[in-house]
């Protein structure tokens, strides 16, 4: 059977696409976010995953306004990036895996979670950083599925809808009977506001509650309605309900193997935790 090694949970910032692009992983303001990722990609070597599940919001590359599914998934054989006017280059393509896909599509459908399925889909920078974070070399060895969440056009489903997402995910992966390793990822956030009054909006306080609470109380989110987490978060810090839903594939009691957090990048405060289920 498929099981989850671990969770690993990320901001996405295009910046960094462009800090990769130019080299500057040493550089002062750089540094203090790079590092946080070698331990991550020790655990990797260690963790051997076979498959990547990328939990994330699309900004506008694979939907629009005028689209907007709550939730979707891909089912395609390959997901290639596309030019989305950051200026960061394009990355190589992705392969995919049909077969875990569909299996993830009857069984979300079976426990109530009915996504959109994509059977073509380019993935943007919320997917493609958070892979190149973890495979500098950008070789990809492994498979990928793409699950989507709205965070990005009102109404968004609540923290509480998507934390069963990920309990509903977690037993779809567990129930797969190929003998698989997964590595489940959640990115974005976390607290930033990239437009209107409140630009350049952080809120530490929360974010570092936050991410206590991801490791023994992943429900402490949703005591906050959506309206609720964008005042305390931002209006683009909402995308930690991708963290909720990755954490939501991990049994209750969990193991940080590393965190970091840096304030900011460009606008936004980054947060890391890679998470290990104990069993
Ligand atoms: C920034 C952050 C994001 O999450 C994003 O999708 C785009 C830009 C930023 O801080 O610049
Ligand atoms: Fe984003």
């Not at 698989?180 to 930033?192: E, I, Y």
């Not at 991410?211 to 959506?226: C, I, K, L």
């Not at 990048?265 to 947060?271: D, E, F, K, Y």
Request: aromatic content about 10%; overall charge negative; charged content about 20%.
């Amino acid at each position: 059977m498929a099981h989850i090694v671990g969770a690993i949970t990320t901001s996405h910032v295009p910046a960094i696409g462009r800090a990769i692009a130019k080299g500057l992983q040493q550089d002062p303001y750089w540094k203090p976010f790079f590092d946080g990722f070698p331990p991550v990609r020790e655990w990797l070597a260690r963790a051997r995953p076979d498959v990547v599940v990328v939990v994330y919001n699309d900004h506008g590359l694979n939907f629009f306004l005028d689209k907007m599914p709550t939730f979707a998934i891909g089912a395609a054989e390959q997901y290639r990036n596309a030019d989305e006017g950051w200026g960061i280059p394009t990355v190589p393509p992705f392969e995919g895996d049909p077969a875990l896909s569909w299996h993830l599509i009857e069984s979300l459908v079976a426990q109530d979670f009915d996504l959109t399925t994509c059977q073509e889909m380019v993935v943007d920078h919320a997917f493609t950083l958070p892979m190149a974070l973890c495979w500098p070399e950008m070789d990809w060895p492994v498979r990928t599925v793409p699950v989507c969440v709205n965070t990005v056009q009102a109404p968004l489903p609540s923290a509480q809808r998507c934390l069963r997402l990920g309990q509903a995910l977690g037993r779809a992966i567990a129930s797969w009977p190929a003998d698989q390793r997964v590595v489940v990822m959640g990115t974005g956030g976390l607290s930033h506001q990239l437009d209107g009054e409140r630009a350049g909006f952080i809120n530490k306080e929360f974010d570092l509650q936050f991410m206590r609470s991801m490791r023994s109380d992943p429900s402490w989110a949703t005591q906050f309605s959506t309206t609720q987490l964008v005042e305390q978060a931002g209006t683009q810090g909402v995308e930690l309900l991708n963290w909720l839903v990755a954490r939501g594939t991990l049994p209750d009691q969990v193991r940080i193997v590393h965190e970091n957090y840096h304030i900011p990048i460009s606008n936004t405060a980054s947060g890391l935790m890679l998470l290990e289920p104990m069993r």
